[in-house]
């Protein structure tokens, strides 16, 4: 930008913290074409004088020096449709709120060098930031869910009755899944005391009545290609189609635990030993005689949680077993009340409404119940169950002529990660030039070879056919703020193949994964990125005459946004972008770039700091922060009154792990006596909004340690924190104790070079 603007607020508590006109002075001596100071720029009076001076002066960049960009963002929006670039520093909340002169250690002058500093970090950052073209790219609006179990059947009603077409597809020759064989499911609606009809049959109906829903039964899918919005998919079948839909729902569902593999509870020593699943079937029938010898049982027993929360076997709960089984014993007493029904339990879990149907199911069905932990089940006539730590006593025995077993949910999923390491690790054992290596990889793909094979999607993507999932094989996904997300951008999980759930949750998770698959379609309509950059139309652009294929990128986006050719070379996907900003962090010759945000102009913020001499005794902190948890945190310390050290200079940015090494290099020889990191946490509990941004940015750094020592530099001029955005109480003292610790280090040797 040539031509910029630099606008002081002073309402809010500014003008009284700070000297305005050395603020505004220090502006002028970057050459602004024009200077403005208002009491509310916020206001329409404010928003007005910023119009009259980009009219008058020609303005092509806006410099905001107000609040935080998290607040006032309607009152500042149509400025950003106006003047190619604007660009927000938040005077408010990094100086003026947590550095009034009044506060303990801090005077006006400290504060209004911060103001100063970070004006012309701002101006810096402008000056750097391109107009932005948003893509204009084709479109497809229909909707491919995958899977026809009440999840994909709600999906496909959801999205065809937001106006988009629809495909629905079902590997099976029947609509429903699993459910649809079930004669009822547990209450949804008051009094919720006793089973319901099965929905799924209506649904089905439904479905197959809508003139927007395409249905291909017998169906698998052999590619999908391209990005959201232009997904090019072949299908098998009875004939081999071809179509281009623009977002995906995957509700493949989930498929009961191998009762094989609990071979203490007896499965296949007995006949009469059956799995819930099976016992649905013999509901189904109306029939409850005993597979053994056709008669009919005198008592029933079900086992709960049988390979559920269990080392040995599935670790989780799988939701769904308590809740069914009350039903099935509902429906054994609808069948014949002279059977006995004993339900024995680790802990029943009916949560919310459920509990009603707890107790309709206990006073109707007068069921016997017992905790108990199932050490063996015998077959010797009447099946005998071996119970300990049981309400009836330890080490007892409660008899049964049918047992059934309440097996967990596994969900019908493939992690495409470990299919893609699987291949990769074949490779290397076939040509790699290393025996070492050979060695290991043979090792490694022996270990995966069991996902061979187990693809659904079939995506052509570099890190992996399909959804990378969880260490349970649930596809991946922000748990937190993003619940229907997955890893791979317009693809989107619901129902048991997401996370373990009854049918009520399923069909909410259907209706929610749909809406943000439509939601998906209509911000690539407008070149807009999906969750957390919601709306950004900005993109990175990769010049790619420099580009050295080390691959870094390719293998570090955690969202699979960039494939690569035969020779490893880069090939984007706009579409698929998260805007996060890793692949900039991850480029060692740094030639990716967004309009709006790049290593460069990351840097000449850095340079714009000015650096005091040492004996000024003023040290200065850079601090890159989060976007995503740290800045919402220190800034809401702010807004509670906090203060912290004046020394520190912010600097916001999409993610840690954009962070590229040579923003450390610079603030190092500028002579920034420390540089502090503070982003999301990270590992199997992560918050991280990019998934693996942190812990990325966290490996990257591992090295810069030797680098500094060899530079006679401390390695604790660096250091890395993780914190959520709930912690905002902490961050203060992070900043402070750094200030402590650098200060005891000494100045920066570098500094004044």
Known sequence: MDKLGVFLCTGCGIGDALNADEVIAAANEKGCAATLTHGCLCAPEGIDAIRASV???????????????????????????????VFRTAIREHCTWSHPAEAEGQNAEDTTMLAQDLVRMGLARLAGMKAIVPLDLEIDETVMVVGSGRAGLEAAITAAGLGHPVVLIEEDSKLGGHLAGQVSIAPEEPPYDAPVPNPVPGLVAKVQANGRIQILTDTVIRTINGQPGQFKVVFDGPETVEMTVGAIVQATGARPYDAKNLGHLGYGDSADIVTSAEFEAMLAAGSLARPSDGRKPERIAFIQCAGSRDENHLKYCSSECCVNTLRQVAEVKKLDPSVESAVIYKDIRTPGHMEHFFVGVQKSAEMMMTRGDVDKIEANGKLNIHLSNSLLGDKVQVQADLVVLAVGMVPQSADGELIRELIDSRHQAEHSESS???????????????????????????????????????????????????????????????????????????????????????MAKRGEAVHP??????????????????????????????????????????????????CMGACPERIISFQDYSVHMVAEMIKAMEIPDEEDEKPRILALMCENDAVPAIEAAAANGATWNPWTRIIPIRCLGSTNIVWIAEALSAGVDGVILIGCKYGDDYQCHYVRGSELANTRLGNVGETLQRLALEPERIKVVELSHD???????????????????????????
């Open 55 to 85: 009219s008058e002066n020609g303005l092509d960049g806006l410099l905001l020096a107000a609040c935080s960009d998290r607040a006032k963002a309607n009152e500042f929006a149509t400025l950003k449709d106006e003047v190619p670039a």
């Open 436 to 522: 070492q290596v050979r060695e290991k990889s043979a090792i490694r793909a022996e270990e995966l070879k069991g996902h061979e094979g187990t693809e659904i999607l079939h995506l052509n993507y570099r890190q992996g056919p399909d959804l990378p999932t969880l260490k349970y094989g649930f596809p991946d996904s922000h748990f937190i703020c993003f619940p229907y997300e997955t890893r791979r951008t317009g693809v989107y999980a619901a129902g048991t193949v997401h996370a373990p759930m009854d049918s009520a949750q399923a069909s909410e998770d259907g209706l929610g994964a749909a809406m943000k698959a439509v939601q998906c379609i209509e």
């Open 533 to 582: 950059r919601a709306g950004d139309r900005a993109y990175p652009d990769f010049f790619l005459q420099r580009c050295t294929q080390c691959k870094r990128c390719t293998e570090e986006c955690p969202f699979g946004t960039i494939n690569e050719d035969a020779k490893g070379t880069p090939e984007f996907n706009p579409l698929r972008c998260r805007r996060c900003g890793i």
């Open 727 to 753: 912690e905002f109480d902490r961050v203060p003292t992070v900043l402070d104790e750094f200030a402590a610790e650098l200060d005891e280090m000494g100045p920066n040797p570098l500094k004044g070079f």
